[in-house]
């Protein structure tokens, strides 16, 4: 839920509260007044001296009289019998007296609420009381109005209270606003979007300032991470074209001398194991370009394309090698990716190779091909001797098995090609036991609708 | 005997190439920058312009747009230690017939210098023709004859047979073999180079004619009769 929400809510709970509040304790209070008048005059009547019962009634009604109290007086016996003397003008119609009277009488004195009415017993000797109703209609006609009156007038003031407090955290909800939005332009890497510079309350001013202090040092930290990839890219890339000048001379030289005739069997035999050294540093060179090309979080533009004709080409290319092994493979006919045709053919032609590397020539390679909800998964199987671990991420130039790999010639690469590959055009790849006995090898690939 | 000019400025390179080409029987410039190579080029009229792209004072595309200016027939085949395709497309457009990069095979070069060639020379009908004593391979319609008789190789047997007798006397790698008759560009344990080559050698040897020799280990070479191996 955004802030500005809350704080509506907030502030409407706050009008809603103190217009309730206002308003019940205002008609508390003036319930309490306007009884209190109500029953003043009753107060004063002084019955003391009276020992005659029609002398308290005369200066009782004298009192109401002179007073002006609307009020209904009966004169009720310890029987409860009840005879009406006076009958006010506001008096409910109905008529409560014996009941209610009989119950006053329990407690000579008191009075009570019953109604819309108070009634007052006074003792005016020979047993017998007068008891005088008073209506509270018009207290409670006064209190009604009270309230519409607090509850308006607490409804204007905290009106009046929430604009002002919306208009001072106005500008504290803006620079937020100006923050947030920032904050997501910098997410998506706009890191030169200028830092909002709103002005605010003191906290949001230091959020503005420190925020700016932040991205200000991860732009420095990126570029200095961006330049330093560059510059390693750069050097590999400088070292590795600065290689293959003196390669191409010494491997020229090498084939000239292997391919001159005459030579014996031992001297064909030492200029060909130089020349197979000489091809895996080829080999190696064009691997670790092949790496600073790909490799380093880079991320290589991706384009719709059809991998199942492509795996099948490569594998096809493999055929020759693979003619002594069981070879199956599981696709449809097509599964449209999100990939790049060289990159994509580098990964399957470098896991082909793999496996012929790395493997017994009656080994079995199993490839699938399958669809989920969002991804394309292609597997490569073998029945080799599988790794001795299964890492989450390739290290480069570890050889698996040092012997095998030496007189096979592996650069030790391979893996870091095909992971870093497959990671530039937005996939996964996951080495983990085959059923088969081997290695299984799993890209997942963004799927393309 | 076709003259080529050769240019690049790395002295092991020019010697290299010097060296080979020369064996291969052709005559060779040399030039160490390319305006030097333009100068030659422009007065000497070689057959065939092998140029490095990175090279002091012009480099290979400046070598090309200016030599193309009054030349448009000679061919030049470019010589690059990079591998971006964009190179390979920018040398196309300024005119560059073929494109070999660094590191390359001695042998592969010989071969694209001796198909351009080829295409630019008026061919004699030989140079689509190969022998061996009484085998003759025609390249051009794919057929093997030993005398009179005609004998039927599979694709990938004719290759073989093809990449051999191309470099008839000189030991061939299996490797190389792997590259050029399977486009399988490494070493690998397979069988397969032995199994067809046994194919072609049951197809094509006779009691009294045995060329292709196994070199242990190394690879195979055609031997002719008559030469001493």
Not at chain 1, 165 to 185: P, V
Not at chain 1, 381 to 399: I, Q
Not at chain 2, 186 to 206: A, G, M, N, P
Request: net charge negative; proline share 3%.
């Amino acid at each position: 839920m955004k802030l500005k929400s809350k704080l509506n809510i907030l502030l409407v709970l706050v009008i809603l509260a103190s217009t309730v509040g206002a308003a019940t304790a205002a008609s508390i209070f003036s319930h309490r007044i306007e009884m209190n008048s109500l029953e003043a005059p009753l107060r004063s009547i002084d019955l003391t001296s009276k020992g005659n019962p029609n002398e308290a009634l005369t200066s009782i009604l004298n009192l109401l009289q002179s007073e002006n109290v609307d009020a209904t007086v009966d004169i009720v016996n310890l029987h409860g019998r009840a005879t009406r003397l006076l009958s006010s003008s506001t008096a409910p119609k109905t008529d409560p007296t014996t009941r209610d009277a009989q119950r006053l009488l329990d407690q000579v004195g008191s009075s009570s609420d019953v109604n819309n009415s108070v009634y007052t017993a006074l003792n005016i000797g020979a047993d017998q009381y007068a008891v005088i109703i008073l209506s509270t209609l018009q207290v409670q006609r006064h209190q009604q109005e009270l309230e519409y009156l607090v509850g308006a007038v607490s409804l204007v003031l905290s009106g009046i209270f929430v604009a002002a407090a919306r208009r001072t955290l106005r500008s504290d909800l803006l620079a937020l606003q100006d923050l947030e939005h920032y904050a997501s332009e910098v997410t998506r890497g706009e890191l030169d979007t200028p830092a909002p510079n709103r002005k605010g309350s003191a906290e949001i001013a230091n959020l503005q300032r420190e925020f700016g202090v932040m991205v200000t040092s991860l732009k420095e930290k990126l570029l200095l991470e961006q330049s330093s990839r560059e510059m390693m890219q750069r050097f590999v890339d400088d070292a590795s074209h600065e290689l293959r000048t003196p390669l191409t001379v010494i491997k020229g030289f090498n084939e000239l001398l292997l391919t001159q005739e005459g030579l014996g069997e031992e001297e064909l035999s030492l200029l060909a194991t130089s020349a197979s050294e000489i091809s895996r540093m080829e080999r190696l060179i064009s691997d670790l370009l092949y790496l600073a090309r790909v490799g380093e979080g880079r991320e290589i533009a991706t384009t719709p394309l059809d991998v199942v004709p492509i795996l099948r080409s490569e594998l096809h290319r493999f055929e020759p090698l693979f003619e002594s092994r069981v070879v199956q493979i599981n696709a449809p006919s097509s599964c449209f990716i999100l990939g790049d045709e060289e990159i994509l053919r580098k990964i399957f032609s470098n896991a082909f190779s793999n496996i012929c590397r790395y493997t017994r020539l009656t080994d079995d390679v199993a490839i699938t091909v399958e669809r989920t909800v969002d991804v394309v998964i292609v597997t490569v199987d073998d029945s080799g001797p599988g790794l001795p671990k299964y890492e989450v991420v390739p290290t480069r130039f570890e050889r698996f098995d040092d012997v095998r790999s030496r007189s096979s010639g592996g650069a030790g690469l391979g893996m870091s090609i095909m992971y870093e590959a497959t990671r530039a055009i937005g996939g996964q790849m996951v080495m983990r036991p085959s059923n088969l006995g081997g290695l299984s090898l799993e890209f997942r690939f963004r799927q393309s609708n | 005997m076709s003259t080529l000019l050769i240019a690049d400025d790395e002295a092991g390179v020019l010697s290299l190439l010097d060296e080979a080409l020369k064996r291969s029987g052709y005559a060779t410039l040399l030039a160490a920058n390319g305006a030097e190579a333009l100068d030659i080029a422009r007065r000497s009229k070689p057959d065939l312009c092998i140029v490095d792209i990175n090279m002091p004072l012009l480099n290979g595309y400046e070598f090309l747009q200016r030599f193309r200016q009054d030349d448009v027939n000679t061919p030049v085949l470019l010589l690059s230690a990079r591998d971006a395709e964009e190179d390979v497309i920018r040398g196309l457009k300024y005119g560059a017939d073929d494109y070999v990069r660094k590191p390359f095979g001695v042998d592969e070069l010989l071969l694209r210098v001796a198909a351009i060639l080829r295409r630019v020379q008026p061919q004699s009908a030989s140079d689509l023709i190969l022998r061996c004593g009484e085998l003759v391979v025609n390249i051009d319609t794919h057929e093997v004859h030993f005398g009179d008789e005609l004998i039927d190789l599979s694709a990938t047997e004719f290759r073989l047979l093809e990449v051999l007798l191309e470099r008839t006397g000189r030991v061939v790698t299996r490797e190389q073999l792997l590259r050029e008759v399977w486009n399988i560009d490494f070493d690998s344990e397979t069988s397969v180079l032995d199994t067809y080559v046994s194919y072609v050698r049951k197809k094509i040897h006779r009691s009294d004619f045995a060329p292709i020799t196994t070199v242990r280990g190394v690879g195979f070479k055609i031997v002719s009769p008559g030469a001493t191996s």
